[in-house]
């Protein structure tokens, strides 16, 4: 059976621009560390020496066992045990300090520790490691690393290290490829999905991962057959878009066609639950006022126009209800473009008609029964954009001032 996502001797030789150094077994064994991480305590220096080294023999060793080699360089098994102790080694060091700035925030012997061995970490390249070798790891092994993963990245404002880890995440060639490459193995899409959603702690690295188009890889996962690989990859295309909601609008209001053209095709997906996670997300985004300019943008194009009336003609009643809160936005759009317009005034009956029915549905739902009639009314009283430029129509005009849309 597969050892993990992607061989590791293959995402081992395409890291070439990190290089990582294998220590010989042998080596290894007779230096001054002792293979027990239990026997004493480690010093930060000597406790990642000791992880690094354990991660590199653990690739070794995988990497003998993949090409059939007889000749391999220590036990499996005993490499994983080691690389999972000295992985809890270190996590209890971090958790330590954690805890203990939790209940009184100031610098302690602790917190300087944890300080020293993230930063010693990110000099060892460990975040890359982990991420290269985590299917080799077993099950509990990929949570240690993970939350490892995790923790360097948001303990950076606690520990005073979010500079370099920005600049470790920013400038490294493989870690993203290989995050977004371990977010469609089935083995450790999750863990890698975790490590990813991690970087939104910071603007820096939202705004890169942007411009290095994050969020369409994230749309083709979104896609993936396999429900789960599909649900974390929504996950974290949430995160991307609303964790640094100022700098996600900033990057949509200029490349919100592009963007949103392929975001729309999952809501043209044959599940059912990709459509109806795209909606939900979608809505969130629009109905935010930080996305103001981005959804005057959006409610302008008669193509998303479309989308979201044939929604309101799906045979389920959630789609049908969530297409309901977009396409009110196109609607309550007080400078709507002449081709949103006609559209609207060309396919009005059927339209009111549809949100009585969905009215009807759902009697008990106040505050949908506003909104439909809102709407409603708003629609009623367009018309088409030719005849609105010669006769301005006063009611239309106070129809949608009045309209206001909720969440």
Not at 8 to 35: I, Y
Not at 191 to 214: G, I, K, W
Not at 275 to 295: K, P, S
Not at 311 to 334: C, G, Q, T, W, Y
Request: net charge negative; glycine share 4%.
């Amino acid at each position: 059976s597969s050892i993990g996502y992607a061989a590791t001797a293959a995402m081992a030789s395409r890291s070439a621009a990190v290089p990582t150094h294998c220590v010989p077994w042998k080596l290894f064994r007779s230096s001054s560390l002792p293979v027990d991480a239990s026997s004493r305590k480690l010093q930060p220096r000597e406790l990642c020496r000791a992880l690094t080294d354990s991660i590199d023999m653990l690739g070794a060793r995988t990497v003998e066992a993949e090409n059939n080699l007889d000749e391999t360089p220590c036990d499996g098994a005993a490499c994983a045990e080691e690389v999972q102790t000295y992985l809890q080694a270190v996590l209890r060091s971090l958790d330590a300090a954690r805890k203990e700035t939790a209940s009184a925030p100031v610098v302690s012997p602790t917190l300087q520790e944890a300080q020293e061995i993230v930063l010693l970490l990110l000099a060892a390249d460990l975040p890359a490691r982990l991420v290269m070798c985590i299917g080799a790891f077993d099950f509990e092994a990929r949570k240690d690393a993970m939350r490892l993963f995790r923790l360097i990245l948001t303990m950076g404002p606690l520990l005073g290290t979010e500079s370099q880890a920005v600049e470790y995440v920013q400038n490294h060639p493989r870690i993203l490829p290989l995050l977004l490459e371990g977010a469609s193995q089935p083995e450790v899409f999750s863990h890698c999905e975790n490590m990813l959603r991690s970087c939104t702690t910071y603007p820096q690295l939202v705004a890169d991962f942007h411009e290095r188009s994050v969020g369409s890889r994230l749309i083709e996962l979104a896609h993936d057959k396999c429900f789960d690989i599909s649900s974390e990859a929504f996950s974290s295309l949430r995160e991307l878009l609303l964790a640094q909601k100022a700098v996600t609008a900033t990057y949509l209001q200029t490349h919100s066609e592009d963007f949103f053209v392929q975001y729309n095709t999952l809501l043209q997906a044959s599940d059912y639950v990709t459509q109806r996670q795209a909606l939900r997300l979608l809505g969130e985004v629009l109905l935010d006022r930080t996305f103001m300019q981005v959804m005057v943008a959006y409610v302008g194009s008669e193509q998303f126009l479309q989308i979201h009336m044939n929604l309101l003609r799906d045979p389920s009643k959630a789609i049908v209800l969530e297409a309901f809160h977009v396409f009110k936005i196109f609607v309550a759009n007080p400078h709507k473009p002449q081709r949103v317009q006609r559209i609207l005034c060309r396919n009005r009956d059927r339209l009111v008609q549809r949100l009585e029915a969905l009215g009807a549905e759902r009697e008990s739902d106040k505050s949908l029964g506003q909104d439909l009639r809102t709407v409603i009314g708003v629609l009623q009283t367009l018309v088409p954009p030719e005849a609105s430029a010669a006769a301005p129509n006063p009611s239309q005009e106070r129809a949608a001032a009045a309209a206001t849309v909720t969440a």
